[in-house]
């Protein structure tokens, strides 16, 4: 039985039917994160984790061996997967290979069992396909860019979102940058949103040359963050707000809040190991209010705004 936890929810927590093999597997060696971890860390943030992943394609990142193994990107179904995965045909295409979708915990156990160890939604889902239900702004930062520079470029992101009429929340990418979320009534399609979001990078860009790109032929220069707004079109994922990375010390995609920015959280300072606990003693998911905080995006509501 699992042990009484702190801040025990009055709802019986989520508990999945799916059967592990090997639970003892290691998959993050340096953090001695194995199967068995895994799995116990997607149950504990199932709540937190199930609006970002459910009932939309994902894109899955697996290593059979951890993450010191081969390393597989795969958007399409393969053979034998659990019966808890739920297989998807796209309606815009006569793609004839299955897309992966999970409706449920046992659906999410079921990716830890093939070594799913990052997760990578649409930012659509099967209710609306064309019609996205957030934005992803990806900040990433070139050779030596102090991370102070990446909060302001987030802070930066946010203030355009907002003159936007859009909401805006920050999460770790549990890599080298943050990532900037604005959730969206789905009402824009695809090439709508996308040209809007390469308009706010643009402008990043072009008001502040020295230390922003837009472009991705440029996205290696040192010294300056690449505004990568190309997660925002159709088929394109982002790693899951609390899906695991599979690189050094089991790090996740970890929602802040935007008072917790600090060079004091650096991108991959949330783990596996201790984002449970953070999240037990916060109370509250510091992206609690995220689709309330929804609005459409308007078309022209940027331009309207800056002409006054
Ligand atoms: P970082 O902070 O290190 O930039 P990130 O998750 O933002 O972490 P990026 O390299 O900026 O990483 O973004 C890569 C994105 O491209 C991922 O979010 C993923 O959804 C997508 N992607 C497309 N193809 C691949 C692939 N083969 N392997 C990994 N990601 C891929
Ligand atoms: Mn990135
Ligand atoms: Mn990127």
Redesign the pocket.
């Given at each position: 039985e699992k042990p009484a936890r702190r801040n025990a929810p009055t709802a019986e927590p989520a508990r999945s039917s799916v059967k592990l093999t090997h639970p003892d597997r290691v998959y993050w060696p340096d953090a001695g994160v194995t199967k068995q971890g895994l799995a116990d860390y997607y149950t504990e943030v199932w709540p937190h984790i199930a609006p970002f992943i459910t009932r939309r394609p994902l894109?899955l990142?697996r290593c059979p061996n951890g993450v010191t193994g081969e390393?597989f990107?795969q958007k399409n179904a393969w053979k034998g997967l659990n019966e808890a995965i739920v297989l998807l045909d796209d309606p815009a295409t006569a793609e004839v290979e299955h897309l992966i979708s999970i409706d449920d915990l046992d659906g999410l156990i079921a990716l830890v069992q093939s070594a799913v160890l990052?997760i990578?939604p649409w930012g659509s889902t099967v209710d609306a396909w064309e019609k996205p239900d957030m934005i992803i702004m990806?900040?990433?930062p070139g050779e030596g860019v102090g991370w102070e520079r990446v909060i302001e470029a987030a802070q930066e992101v946010r203030q355009r979102l907002a003159d936007a009429g859009l909401a805006a929340f920050v999460k770790?990418?549990?890599?080298?940058?943050?990532?900037v979320v604005a959730p969206l009534k789905p009402k824009a399609e695809w090439p709508e949103i996308k040209a809007f979001t390469k308009g706010l990078a643009d402008a990043m860009a072009s008001d502040s040359p020295d230390h922003y790109v837009a472009t991705i032929t440029k996205a290696k220069r040192p010294g300056k963050i690449?505004i990568?707004y190309l997660?925002n079109q159709r088929g394109?994922?982002?790693?899951a707000p609390y899906s695991t990375?599979a690189r050094a010390g089991a790090p996740v995609?970890a929602p802040l809040a935007w008072e917790e920015l600090s060079p004091a959280i650096g991108?991959a300072y949330f783990t596996v190991l201790n984002l449970p606990t953070r999240l037990a003693s916060l109370g509250s998911d510091p992206w609690a209010d995220f689709r309330t905080a929804a609005k459409p995006l308007e078309l022209g509501a940027a331009a309207k705004k800056k002409g006054g």
């Open positions: 894109s990142l390393q990107f990052e990578h990806d900040l990433d770790t990418s549990g890599g080298k940058g943050l990532h690449l990568d997660r394109q994922t982002a790693v990375r995609s991108p």
